[in-house]
DNA sequence: TTGTATGCGTTATCAG
DNA sequence: CTGATAACGCATACAA
C-alpha cells in the first residue's frame, strides 16, 4: 500500500499538501491539485483510515452490539437495516459486533468498540441488565442509546416499544369479535419482551374478566420450530382455543403452518394484522407485526439521537420527551 | 480516555515496559507486572486499537461486505450468524458493512474495509459482476473471498451452492410424486441465483419431458408479500397447478398464506423440505430450505478458507478442489 | 499558497 | 529485565 508520503514525493509536493487536497480543507492551487490528484491515481494511492482517525481521535463509525442469538429472524434483520440507511444518511458507516452470549461478553463487545474509538454505541441488549446499562452509559464519553429497554437513570438514552400495550391491543381486538378461548404462545421468558408481551395478553383477558388458563399459554423459542411445537402440544392436550396470539412472526409462520398441517380450516374473517404488508393469516396474530412500524420508529429515533449528541453536544430536552411519545402512538395505531 | 504514558507514569515505569505487560510479549519481573497493573487499574484504563493497529498494521478484524437490500429474511440471518460464529473462533472480529445499491457502492464499501485495513474480506456480491470481482481480487494484498458466485480467474476465491441444481432436484422430487402442473415462483430476475434456480426447475420438467407453460411462472421479489401475491395471481388467471415451488422461504411464507386463505386444502402428504427444522408445508416446497445446509457450508468454508490465508500464506491447492465437491453433495443429500 | 514540525497511542528495535 | 527512541500514516498549527 502506497503511502501519502510517495504520492507527495511523485507530485513534487509536501505530505501536508496532499492532505489539503484530500480533506478539501485550506487553500491549495488549482495547479498543484491536479497534480497530487494525478500522483494520487498513478500509486494507486488510499487513505489509511486507521492513521486518520488516529490523528482526528474520530472514527466515523457507529457501533452496534447485537448478541448473536438475536442475528435470526426477520425483525432483526429489518432493525439492522433501517440502521444501515439511517447512519448510511449521516455520512458515517455502521459496525455491527457480536455481543455473543453472556452480559460479561456483552460488555466486552461494548469495550472494543469504544477501543476502537467508534463515535458512538447502539446496544440491543440481551443479558445486560438495566442497572449495568445505566453504569456504562454513566462512566462512558461516547453517546449510547439503548434499543428496546426502559432505563431508569438515563430514560432518555433508550428508546422502547410498548410490547405490553401492543400485546394487550391484540388480544383486546380478538375479545371484541368475540373470542373467549384465546391461546398464546409467549417467548422464552428470561427475555424482559416476552414477559410484556404476556403481561399484556393478561391484562386484556382479566380486564374482559375472563379467566386465564394455563394451558392455553404455551412457551417457545422465537423459532418457526417453536411455533410449530407449541400448536401441536396445544392440539395434544386437547386445549380448546378459538383464536391464537404467537409473540412474534417466526413462531406465527410456524403456528401457521401447524394448523394446516391438522387440517384445521381457518376463517377469513379474523385476519387483524400484518406481517411484512399483507394479513398473515386469519385466526392467527403474530404480535411482533404489530410493532413492526415501532421497531423502525425506534431506530430511527435511536439514530438520530445519536447524531444529534455527535453533531450538536447533548440532546435537546424536548427530543427525549417527544420520541416515546410518538413510539406509543404508533404502536397503537398498527394494533387498531 | 487514558493513554499508556498515563499508566506509566502511574506506574513508575516507561510506555515500553507496559506494553510489555499488555502484549505478554519480552521479559517483566514480577514486581513491576504487579505495579503496572495496579497503576492500569486505577487510571481505567483501555488500549486504543486504532493505535495499535496502526503500529501493526493488522487489525484483527475480518470484513464483510453486503447490500442492505439483502438485509432481510432468515437467509442473510443464518450467513451472519454463522460467519460472527467462526470469526469470533478464530479470534477475530467481523465487521459488517453495507454494500447499499450499486455495483459502484459495493466497491466502496470494500474499499473502505481496505483503507481500514481488514486482515481479509467477504463479498457477497449482489451488483459486481463476476469479472469486476475477479479484477479487484486480483489488485488486492488482502484475501478476499467471495460467496454464492462461481469465479472465472480465480475460482479457489469463491463458493457457491448449486442453485440450479437444487432446484432441478426439488421440482424432480414432485414430478416422480406425480405431478404434472408444476407452478414456480421465482426471485427477482435480475439476480444470478433466481436464474439459475429457474433455469434448474425448467431442466427437470424438459428432461420429464412435461411442457413448460410460461403462466405456471410468476416472477417475485424474494418477500412475502411477493410470494402471496403469486399465488393470487395464479389464482385469479385460472392457471392450473397441483404443486408449487417457492424460489425462497419468505416468498414460501406468503405463498402458504395465500393459499390457506384461498381455502385451498394442502395435502399432507407431500412434505418434501423443510423450513428450519420443520416441515414446512404440505404442497409447498421452499427450495431455499434444500440450501439451508449448503448455506452454512458455504460460509464456514469460506471463513476457514480466509483464515488459513492469514496464518499460513496461500491456500492448500488441495482446498480449492475439494469444497466444491462437499458443497455439491450437501445440497444433494438436503434435497433428496 | 506551501512546507515544517509536532502530536495521536501503540509497537518494536535497540542499547543499557 | 528496563528505558529511550524510532516507526506507523495522517492531520494541523505555525512558519515561511
Known amino acids: 500500500m502506497s503511502t501519502m ?15 489539503r487536497v ?25 487513505p489509511n483510515l486507521l492513521a486518520r482517525n488516529l490523528a482526528t481521535s474520530t472514527s466515523q463509525c457507529i457501533g452496534m452490539v447485537v448478541t448473536n442469538t438475536l442475528y435470526s429472524g426477520s ?23 457480536d455481543g455473543k452470549h453472556s ?3 456483552e460488555r466486552e463487545a461494548i469495550e472494543f468498540l469504544l477501543d476502537l474509538r467508534c463515535d458512538a454505541i447502539i446496544l440491543y441488549p440481551r443479558f445486560l ?3 449495568d446499562m445505566d453504569d456504562i452509559i454513566e462512566q462512558t464519553r461516547q453517546p449510547i442509546m439503548v434499543v428496546n429497554r426502559r432505563l431508569r437513570k438515563h430514560p432518555s438514552h433508550a428508546v422502547f416499544c410498548d410490547h405490553k400495550g401492543s400485546a394487550f391491543n391484540a388480544a383486546m381486538a380478538l375479545i371484541e369479535r368475540g373470542h373467549q378461548k384465546i391461546a398464546f404462545i409467549t417467548g422464552s421468558l428470561d427475555s424482559p419482551t416476552a ?35 407449541a400448536v401441536a402440544a396445544l392440539l395434544a392436550n386437547n386445549v380448546a382455543f378459538s383464536a391464537l396470539i404467537a409473540s412474534n412472526d417466526d ?18 374473517d379474523v385476519s387483524l394484522l400484518g406481517f411484512d404488508d399483507i394479513p398473515v393469516a386469519p385466526f392467527l396474530l403474530p404480535a411482533l407485526s404489530s410493532v413492526k412500524d415501532p421497531v423502525t420508529g425506534m431506530i430511527h429515533e435511536v439514530i438520530n439521537r445519536l447524531i444529534s449528541m455527535l453533531d450538536g ?3 435537546t430536552p424536548q427530543q427525549a420527551f417527544i420520541s416515546e411519545l410518538v413510539l406509543r402512538e404508533s404502536v397503537a395505531d398498527a394494533a387498531s
Chains 1, 2 share one sequence.
Do not use: H
Not at 508520503?5 to 492532505?19: C, D, L, P, R
Not at 432493525?79 to 455502521?94: F, P, T
Open 5 to 19: 508520503q510517495e504520492v507527495a514525493k511523485k507530485a513534487g509536493v509536501s505530505k501536508a499538501t496532499v492532505s
Open 22 to 46: 484530500l480533506s478539501g480543507k485550506g487553500y491549495v492551487s488549482e495547479a498543484t491539485r491536479k497534480q497530487v490528484f494525478a500522483a494520487i491515481e498513478a500509486a494507486g494511492y488510499r
Open 75 to 97: 425483525y432483526f434483520s429489518e432493525i439492522l437495516s433501517q440502521a444501515a440507511k439511517k447512519v448510511e444518511e449521516s455520512g458515517r458507516q455502521l459496525i455491527l459486533v
Open 103 to 105: 452480559a460479561q461478553q
Open 129 to 131: 441488565t438495566i442497572d
Open 195 to 229: 414477559q410484556e408481551r404476556l403481561a399484556g395478553y393478561k391484562e386484556a383477558l382479566r380486564q374482559a374478566a375472563i379467566a386465564i388458563e394455563p394451558q392455553r399459554i404455551v412457551e417457545g423459542k422465537w423459532t418457526p420450530a417453536c411455533g410449530a411445537k
Open 251 to 268: 413462531m406465527a409462520v410456524g403456528a401457521l403452518k401447524q394448523l394446516t398441517q391438522a387440517g384445521l380450516r381457518v376463517p377469513n
Open 313 to 315: 453536544g447533548d440532546m
